[in-house]
């Protein structure tokens, strides 16, 4: 049966992907927008599909309340939430100001809970709901001049983890999925730099070296955004899914390693990796 689904963030990547995938499979979607005037891409992505465009800026408390509301108003449910909106944010953590570190967190960590705080009245009082997180490789495992955006993410991963256990008897599933690169805009139009990245001279060959291998390596391995978009509408659908979904290139390999080797293996490794691929 088709399902009430609530996705954040669907003006461009995966959450455009997913409200169309999501609706071709026969779920109501409603597409939240930062900006809802911003829904052009999307309804022509979404042609007839039942894709109902929400005005929904996820850092707002008035309109998370408010689009919870017109969802439940509208159909009476509220199946799933898929919390996906979300920025990174580039910099040695020394080099990142308070305010930026803040807003960052507001919209990858507080909007997220405070977006499942808003669904999770209707979800227990039907007896089932699905929150599905979309946290990142970074939420594993945090690679320098991208520390603030991984310990948003390491956030994600604590909150989603301790959510599934205390929801687990009142069924209500919380889920994390946790791509790797895919083509999005997160490396073109929305990409964010601290404003003082490069104002310190000591990190300078640090930056220099993770820059060559971050453009390298997205340009050489970020694969097709639908391919998350497809993992996402199965997730909605799974019978018993377990809290973890990486899904991306070399993650199977990473996540092993993370796991099997010890710790100053890995550091070896990402040692290596930086001063290798800055050549
Ligand atoms: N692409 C990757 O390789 C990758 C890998 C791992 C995890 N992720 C995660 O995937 C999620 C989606 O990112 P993406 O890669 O699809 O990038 P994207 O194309 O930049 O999409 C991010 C979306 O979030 C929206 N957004 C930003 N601030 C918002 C706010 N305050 N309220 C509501 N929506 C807001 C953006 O809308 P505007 O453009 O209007 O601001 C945009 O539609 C993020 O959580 C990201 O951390 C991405």
Known sequence: MGQVVLITGCRSGFGLHMAVHA????????????????????????GD???????????????REDAVARVVAETGRLDALVNNAGTALGGPLEMIDEDE????????????WALTKAALP?????????????????????LPVLGAYASSKFALEGMSEAWRRELA?????????????????????????????????????????FEAIYDRSVERMA??????????????AA?????????????LVRNLALRLLPQRAVEGLVAAALKRGSR
């Open 239 to 251: 019978k018993r899914p377990v809290l973890r979904h990486p899904i991306g290139p070399a993650t």
């Open 122 to 142: 209707t979800m227990r009082a039907q007896g089932r709901g699905r929150v599905i997180n979309i946290s990142s490789m970074s939420g594993r495992q945090a």
């Open 169 to 209: 008897d009142l069924g209500v599933d919380v889920i994390l999925v946790e791509p790797g690169a895919y083509r999005t805009d997160i490396f073109g139009r929305n990409r964010r730099v601290a404003r003082r990245a490069h104002d310190e001279p000591a990190y300078a060959e640090l930056l220099r070296r």
């Open 23 to 46: 609706a071709r499979a026969g779920h109501t979607v409603y597409a939240g927008l930062r900006d809802a005037g911003d829904a052009g891409e999307l309804l022509r992505a979404a």
């Open 223 to 236: 694969r097709d955004p639908e391919e998350v978009a497809a993992l996402v509408v199965r997730l909605l």
């Open 49 to 63: 599909l039942d894709v109902r465009p929400l005005q929904l800026d996820v850092t707002d408390a008035r309109q």
């Open 101 to 112: 570190l803040r807003a960052l967190f507001d919209l990858n960590v507080f909007a997220p």
